[in-house]
C-alpha cells in the first residue's frame, strides 16, 4: 500500500504541468523578479529600451545605466571550474566482477565532463561480521574509477544486520558506524577523500523506523572523529537531505532535519566539513527557476533558492561559510519531456553555480525500465534510456547537454551575474564566465519563463578579436570577428557565447 506522502506526490506531479500553465509568466510591470535588480515588463520580452538615457544614473528605468563594455569590466571569476563541479549519482554496480553496463556507462561519463561520481562503500560489504573487515568487494571499483580520471566522492551507508537488526537504523550504536567509517577512510586516504554520511536520512524510505536527528547526530559525531584521526585531510560530508520531508507541506520550511538535529546536538556544525542537499524542485517537474509562493511564504523555493535555505539553516547554526554539495539534482523526462530535461540539467547547475555550490551531481545516468519503481516518474532521470531495452541504451538530449556544457564552459569559472546589467526580464538569465587559461570570456543565456522567448542585443567586450556563439550541446551556431554587439534570441534552451579578446 502507497503511504500518503507517495500518494500526495503522485498527485503533486499529475496536476503541476496544468498548474505551471496557469501560473507561468508574471505580466505585472513593478513585480520584482528573482533576479536581483529585474521588474517583469508587461509590452516587451526583450530588454528594455524606453527613451530615458541608460547613461544618466539619475533616471528611474529598470534600465543598465553603464556603458556597454563596462558590464564585463564587473566579471570576478569564483568557486571551482565547471568540471569540477559537475557529477552524477549513480546506481553503476559497485563489485568485483566484470559489467557491460558499468564499462558503457564510465567512458560516457568522461566524455561528457561528469568527472565526480558519488558511490557507496557498504558498511555489509566491507564488515559483514562485526571487527571483520575487508575491501576485496570494493577495492577493483575503486580502481577502476580511479584509472578512469574520474574522482570518486564516497558514501557510507547503510545499515548491517549485526548491528542494526530487524532494519532499525536507529538501533545502530553510533561506535561501531564510526569504526566502520574510520577503517574505510584509512584504507583509502589519498585516494578517496570525501566521505557523505548516509542518503536522505530525514525521510523513513532511507532511515527506518523514523528519521531520528539524535541517533543520526551521534553518528556524525563519531563519524567526524574517527574519519579525521586516520585520514586528517578527507572531508565529511553530512548526508545529502531530499526536500520532500512531511514537514515541508506544513509551513516548516525545506530540510528542517538540520534544525531538528541542531535541537538535540547544538554542537553539530563543528562534526561536518561539507553540507549536501538534494534540490529536487517540487514534484521534480517545474524549471529550476520556479519558486511556489503563496503570499509572502515561499512555499516550496526555486533550485537557487533550496541552497539559500540551506545556508539559513548553516546560519542558524553557526557555521554559514560550509561548503554545499548538491550530491543528487535532476528531472524526470516522462512528463516534460526529453528536451526541458535537457534544458534543466543545464539551467540548474548554472544557476548552483551562482549559489557557490561545489558539487552538482545529475541523477542518474541510465533509466529504469518502464513500470519498476512505485512512482512512474522515477523510471526516466537517466542521460541515457533504460539499457536492457530493444537496441540497448540510447542517448537522451540531457546527456548531449551535459556535454555541451562541459565542452564550452568545462575549464571556466563563474564570474557573475550580467541579468540586471543587460535589463533582461524576470527569469531571464544572462551568467557570466571567464576562462583564466586562455582570457576568453563566456555567456551563458536562456529564457526561464514559460514559453516565452527574448530578444537580447548583446554590447561586447571591447577588446572581442572573434566572437562565437554555440547552442546548449556545444555545436557552432555563428562566428565572426571583432564587432560590437551581437544579437540573439533567447528560448528556454541555453545559448553560449564565447569571446576571444585580444
Known amino acids: 500500500m502507497k503511504s500518503a506522502w507517495t500518494i500526495l506526490t503522485l498527485m503533486i506531479i499529475l496536476l503541476l504541468p496544468a498548474l505551471l500553465a496557469s501560473c507561468a509568466g508574471d505580466d505585472d510591470d513593478d513585480n520584482p523578479g528573482s533576479n536581483p535588480g529585474q521588474t517583469q515588463d508587461d509590452d516587451n520580452d526583450g530588454a528594455d529600451d524606453d527613451d530615458d538615457d541608460d547613461n544618466n544614473n539619475d533616471d528611474d528605468n529598470n534600465d543598465n545605466d553603464t556603458s556597454p563594455a563596462e558590464i564585463w569590466d564587473a566579471l570576478t571569476p569564483q568557486g571551482l571550474p565547471v568540471d569540477q563541479v559537475m557529477g552524477t549519482s549513480t546506481q553503476m554496480y559497485d563489485g568485483p566482477d566484470d559489467n557491460w553496463y558499468r564499462d558503457f556507462e564510465i567512458p560516457k561519463l568522461v566524455e561528457a565532463g561528469l568527472f565526480r561520481l558519488r558511490a557507496s562503500i557498504d558498511w555489509p560489504d566491507v564488515e559483514p561480521e562485526q571487527d571483520q573487515f575487508t575491501f576485496a568487494y570494493s577495492d577493483p571499483f575503486v580502481q577502476l574509477v580511479i584509472d578512469a580520471g574520474l574522482r570518486f566522492d564516497g558514501r557510507l551507508c547503510y545499515g548491517v544486520d549485526w548491528a542494526a537488526p530487524d532494519d532499525n537504523d536507529s538501533a545502530i550504536p553510533p561506535a561501531d558506524f564510526g569504526d566502520y567509517a574510520g577503517h574505510v577512510a584509512e584504507h583509502y586516504c589519498g585516494v578517496i577523500d570525501s566521505w557523505e554520511i548516509w542518503n536522505e536520512e530525514n525521510v523513513k524510505v532511507f532511515w527506518q523506523p523514523e528519521p531520528d536527528p539524535q541517533v543520526f547526530g551521534d553518528i556524525m559525531k563519531a563519524v567526524f572523529i574517527a574519519v579525521h584521526d586516520a585520514c586528517p585531510d578527507a572531508k565529511v560530508v553530512f548526508g545529502g537531505l531530499t526536500p520532500f520531508e512531511g514537514n515541508s507541506l506544513v509551513g516548516q520550511g525545506l530540510y528542517r532535519f538540520l534544525d531538528e538535529v541542531r535541537a538535540v546536538h547544538p554542537d553539530i556544525g563543528d562534526y561536518f566539513d561539507v553540507m549536501a542537499i538534494h534540490p529536487y524542485t517540487l514534484g521534480q517537474t517545474p524549471t529550476p527557476e520556479y519558486a511556489l509562493l503563496f503570499g509572502d511564504y515561499e512555499f516550496w523555493p526555486s533550485l537557487p533558492g533550496q541552497v539559500r535555505t540551506a545556508r539559513q539553516r548553516l546560519a542558524d547554526m553557526g557555521v554559514p561559510d560550509k561548503p554545499i554539495w548538491a550530491t543528487e ?83 571556466a569559472r563563474y564570474a557573475g551575474d550580467l541579468s540586471a546589467a543587460l535589463s533582461l526580464p524576470d527569469s531571464v538569465y544572462g551568467l557570466g564566465f571567464v576562462n583564466e587559461q586562455t582570457g576568453q570570456i563566456y555567456l551563458a543565456a536562456w529564457d526561464g519563463r514559460y514559453k516565452k522567448t527574448t530578444s537580447l542585443t548583446l554590447p561586447c567586450p571591447a577588446a572581442t578579436q572573434s566572437y562565437e556563439v554555440l547552442d546548449e550541446e556545444g ?28
Open 475 to 502: 555545436e557552432s551556431v555563428a562566428q565572426g570577428g571583432a564587432v560590437e554587439s551581437l544579437t540573439l534570441e533567447l528560448t528556454g534552451q541555453v545559448t553560449y557565447v564565447r569571446f576571444d579578446l585580444e
Open 329 to 411: 539534482y535532476g528531472w524526470p523526462s516522462l512528463l516534460i519531456g526529453e528536451q526541458a530535461q535537457a534544458d534543466f540539467l543545464v539551467r540548474g547547475a548554472l544557476l548552483g553555480l551562482t549559489e557557490g555550490v561545489e558539487a552538482m551531481d545529475w541523477y542518474t545516468f541510465y533509466d529504469r525500465e518502464p513500470g519498476s519503481s512505485t512512482l512512474p516518474t522515477e523510471d526516466y532521470f537517466g542521460l541515457y534510456s533504460w539499457p536492457d531495452a530493444e537496441g540497448g541504451p540510447q542517448q537522451k538530449p540531457v546527456y548531449r547537454a551535459a556535454r555541451g556544457l562541459y565542452r564550452v564552459l568545462g575549464d
